[in-house]
């Protein structure tokens, strides 16, 4: 028989009282091992713990450890750009300065976040302002000048001036019925595809969060939008139940919010850290303080240039530090603006510290009270972090769950704790040490990830024995020989010759081809038809000359790899002409064991072009030398012809300082002809 509706009420009650208890936490987790300070563990180790629940209930166990000898994670910084209301009004230069200076600063000082607390513009109806705005921001987007694909991550805050109507989010049903204007400038499709983007709430990006990584940390940034009234607010309720479960979705994640208007909006507020929440920052924090991970928030809105309020919170042993900062108010520029005044927080992993500046790139100034330069403390490990290691699942109550751990360095120190969960309650245990002391017990103990090398346990120890010719892809195997194709089959390297076109590196060769292995070209054809004359394709080597002797270049005939040489020329004496007419002079040649008087004549004018020919009185034939020298050289020179060397003088005798010729032809090189080159000796 079915029990009426009236026998149920009280059965519902009890059943609802029963419910209503709270579950009993889990138990610290005990009994561990290896055991608290052991110095004897090997490179691969077990942990263990046993866990308890008053309830019986399965349990989920974590297992997480640091290396405590590791190097600490280095410095990195994250901004806070004030309302910028009055530099799109009346002062866009002072808005530039900010994200320009951020865009030079970002490597120096390991930039990796900007945010903007809100009031991005002062008249929200306008185009105008957002242009500047957009213009501004955008400079932070540059892949070029950021050195970043995505250029510098950065998120936005909604402030009451950045809507339409001032001071009027939107509804449940319409959210973003008052921020078109923003959404044009800074919307959705500005940031989907980042690699920092998060999300954001409803169809608009009055409400988003981005996703960072710095100091061997993840961050979690929600930016709020402005909505300062009192309850009932459907909206703003909404909206912090959608960043409550962010927070609790991104729990392994540290959270900051930034949003307008956290802190006391009048300016009437006293200037130390407890100053009052306004009506929305009272919900934020009621709202999200249960988020372990959850440690700081930012805001704009009010304030005074010479203090800033800021205020410390402590929810359940956690601390949760809100900062505000503005400085429109009083800094006039004439009138109110803020001189370019922004925040700069260091984070220092190694000392758990937070350094935060107020800096102003228009005026390349600090501000140091002590409301605008200060200190915080904050947790980081050290810039040593926790990482999960191993897990279990639905573990029995008074049982002792164990994982295997691999990899550890020899001598290093590590510190380890565990984690327990009912599905409803996380229990923490304390933190135990171990030394790793490099031993082994088997070969599988000694993995160390390469496949290139033989992994051992010998005598306790790891042996990794390099395999010879393994590789993993093909950029492992380039042997450097463009004339073989290198590839990665099976772990092991080949060379298979190709008959691809190469380079010899010898210009006296054309055609050059690879085979079997090697480049080789065929040699060039120098041969003139000329008995007197030695036929050879080379190149000067020019290291040792002096710099005149560095210009020459003697002039190849019928094609570029001849090059004509005379045994021995006596000095020409030759006065500068602007004109081409012959000029006296006599030089005797030796050639083919006879002498033969030649008569040297300048073709051109010396300026225009220096070019000189020796010419034979018996057969006619030409030798051409050109001589390019650097810049003029007026009034009477004198050449001093050696070897296919033209060597420049002044009146005095000196060669620019370099050298001094004798009255008599001063050998500067002996030429020996060789298959590929001239070789010179001073």
């Keep these: 028989m079915k029990p009426s509706p009236r026998r149920l009420v009280p059965l519902l ?12 936490s889990p138990d610290p987790p005990n009994n561990v091992s290896p055991p608290d300070g052991n110095v004897q563990v090997p490179a691969e180790t077990t942990l263990c713990a046993q866990v308890t629940d008053p309830d019986l209930d399965p349990l989920n166990v974590r297992f997480l450890a ?46 990796v976040f900007v945010a903007h607390v809100g009031d991005i513009v002062h008249l929200a109806a306008g185009d105008f302002e957002w242009s500047i705005a957009s213009e501004a921001m955008s400079r932070l987007e540059d892949p070029t000048t950021t050195l970043l694909e995505d250029g510098i991550a950065f998120g936005m805050a909604v402030g009451n001036h950045d809507q339409f ?71 703003r309720d909404d909206v912090l139940a959608w960043a409550d479960a962010l927070l609790k979705t991104h729990a392994d994640r540290r959270a900051i919010i930034n949003s307008h208007h956290i802190l006391c909006v009048n300016q009437g507020c006293p200037p130390t850290i407890s100053a ?94 002590e409301h605008n330069q200060f200190v915080l403390d904050y947790d980081m490990n050290g810039g040593r972090h926790f990482r999960e290691v191993g ?46 002391n490099g031993s082994c017990t088997s070969p599988a103990e000694c993995d160390d990830g390469d496949p290139c090398t033989t992994d051992n346990c010998a005598g306790l120890a790891c042996t990794h024995d390099v395999i010879a010719n393994c590789c993993v892809g093909a950029g492992d195997c380039d042997d450097g020989n463009p004339c073989t194709d290198d590839q990665c089959a099976a772990g092991n390297c080949t060379h298979a010759d190709n008959t691809k076109p190469c380079s010899d590196g010898d210009a006296c060769t054309q055609n050059d081809v690879c085979s079997q292995g090697a480049c ?126 033209l060597v420049p003088v002044d009146r005095s005798g000196h060669h620019r300082g370099h050298v001094r010729l004798l009255d008599r032809p001063v050998r500067l090189l002996r030429y020996r002809s060789v298959p590929s080159r001239f070789q010179g000796n001073p």
Aim: glycine share 8%; charged share 20%.
């Design 13 to 24: 009650l009890i059943l609802g009282s029963v419910a209503s208890v709270r579950a009993a």
């Design 66 to 111: 640091r290396e405590l000898t590791a190097p600490t994670e280095v410095d990195f910084t994250i901004l806070t750009i004030p309302d910028s209301q009055f530099y799109t009004q009346r002062h866009p230069d002072m808005f530039y300065a900010q994200t320009d200076w951020i865009v030079e600063q970002r490597a120096a000082r390991n930039i």
């Design 165 to 235: 109507p001032n001071n009027n989010a939107g509804t449940l049903a319409d959210p973003g019925a008052t921020t078109q204007n923003f959404n044009s400038h800074f919307g959705l499709s500005r940031f989907e595809g980042r690699s920092y983007w998060g999300g954001h709430y409803g169809d608009n990006n009055d409400n988003s969060y981005q996703l960072f990584s710095a100091g061997g940390m993840d961050f979690i940034v929600i930016n709020l939008e402005h909505a300062d009234w009192p309850d009932p607010n459907p909206l």
């Design 276 to 369: 009052p929440f306004s009506l929305q920052g009272q919900a934020i924090y009621d709202a999200l303080k249960n988020n372990p991970n959850l440690f700081l928030m930012l805001a704009g809105h009010a304030g005074h240039a010479d203090y800033q309020n800021r205020r410390l919170d402590i929810f359940e042993g956690r601390v949760i530090h809100t900062l505000m900062s503005n400085y429109h108010f009083g800094e006039p520029c004439p009138y109110l603006c803020g001189n370019g005044y922004m925040r700069v927080m260091t984070f220092s992993p190694a000392t758990d510290q937070i350094d935060v500046k107020t800096y102003s790139p228009y005026l390349d100034q600090y501000k140091t009270t």
């Design 391 to 436: 897990s279990v699942a639905a573990a029995g109550s008074g049982s002792t769950p164990c994982i295997q751990w691999s990899g550890l360095s020899d001598g290093a120190q590590y510190e380890w704790y565990v984690e327990v969960s009912d599905g409803t309650e996380t229990v923490e245990g304390p933190r135990w040490t171990f030394t790793d």
């Design 520 to 645: 080789s070209g065929t040699p060039l054809a120098c041969d003139d038809g000329n008995a007197c004359t030695d036929d050879v394709c080379g190149r000067i080597v020019r290291d040792r000359l002096p710099a005149a002797g560095r210009l020459l270049h003697a002039r190849r005939r019928l094609q570029r790899s001849q090059l004509v040489l005379f045994r021995h020329v006596q000095r020409v004496a030759v006065r500068q002409q602007n004109d081409s007419r012959m000029l006296p002079g006599q030089c005797r040649v030796r050639r083919c064991g006879r002498l033969h008087a030649r008569r040297v004549r300048a073709t051109q004018p010396w300026g225009a072009d220096p070019r000189f020919s020796l010419r034979s009185r018996d057969d006619g034939s030409t030798r051409v030398y050109d001589y390019q020298r650097p810049r003029e050289l007026p009034g009477t020179q004198r050449l001093d012809v050696h070897v296919g060397v």
